[in-house]
Structure formats: structure tokens, C-alpha cells
């Protein structure tokens, strides 16, 4: 069984830092895409950003690009999400993705089968 789990959520001030990482076990994920996804009270899960198989190549959404970074350890089984310069609008829940079919990047929610919990951001003004 493929399990997510998220981590390094909090609160912090706007301007501030976050680091979030997610451990993935029952399956490697090298080679597979992985992806961050949010979202925010009353509104629809939305991409964030996304990295390839072999950490080539990334995506991220434009409201957070230049602000954001994913990496990955294909050794270690975890993908970061390093999460500079916040913003209040960045508060949200944030999910970590696995795609079981893709080793490029995706925006789409549907191309990514496995998901963890959530981890809960909030960026005070």
C-alpha cells in the first residue's frame, strides 16, 4: 500500500519560510512525477508545483513561481517543498501526489494516483 504522509506545515508570518516534505512508502518513486497541490477554504484544489521522475524538470504554478522550489530524493523516497517570501493567499492545505503512470511533470489532479493527508499552512499578514 502506497501512503503519503506530509510534513512541516505551521503558521508563519508573511515573508516568512516553510519547508515541507513528503515521505512516501510502499513504492519507489523514482522515475514517477510528483506533485503539490493546495487548497483553501471554499475553494477547489488547485496545482502547485510538480517535478519529473529523474528531477529534471519542474512546473509551478505562477502564482507561486520565483517564491517556490521542489526538489527530490529518489534515494530517500521524499520530495520537498521549499516555500519562500509567503504570502496570506499561500494559506491553505497543502497535499503531496504521486503519479503511477507519468515520469514527466503534470498539472492535472487526475494524473496523480496516490495523495497523502494534507498539511496545513497558514500565512498571518
Known amino acids: 500500500q502506497v501512503q503519503l504522509v506530509e510534513s512541516g506545515g505551521g503558521l508563519v508570518q508573511a515573508g516568512g519560510s516553510l519547508r515541507l516534505s513528503c515521505a512516501v512508502s510502499?513504492?519507489?518513486?523514482?522515475?514517477?512525477?510528483m506533485g503539490w497541490f493546495r487548497q483553501a477554504p471554499g475553494k477547489e484544489r488547485e496545482f502547485v508545483a510538480a517535478?519529473?521522475?529523474?528531477?529534471?524538470?519542474?512546473d509551478f504554478a505562477d502564482s507561486v513561481k520565483g517564491r517556490l522550489t521542489i526538489s527530490r530524493d529518489n534515494a530517500k523516497n521524499t520530495v520537498v517543498l521549499q516555500m519562500n517570501s509567503l504570502k496570506p493567499e499561500d494559506t491553505a492545505r497543502y497535499y503531496c501526489?504521486?503519479?503511477?503512470?507519468?515520469?514527466?511533470?503534470?498539472?492535472?489532479?487526475?494524473?496523480?494516483?496516490?495523495w497523502g493527508q494534507g498539511t496545513q499552512v497558514t500565512v498571518s499578514s
Open positions: 517535478i519529473s521522475g529523474g528531477g529534471q524538470f519542474t
Open positions: 510502499g513504492r519507489a518513486i523514482a522515475g514517477y512525477g
Open positions: 501526489a504521486a503519479s503511477s503512470t507519468k515520469s514527466g511533470t503534470s498539472r492535472s489532479a487526475g494524473d496523480f494516483r496516490h
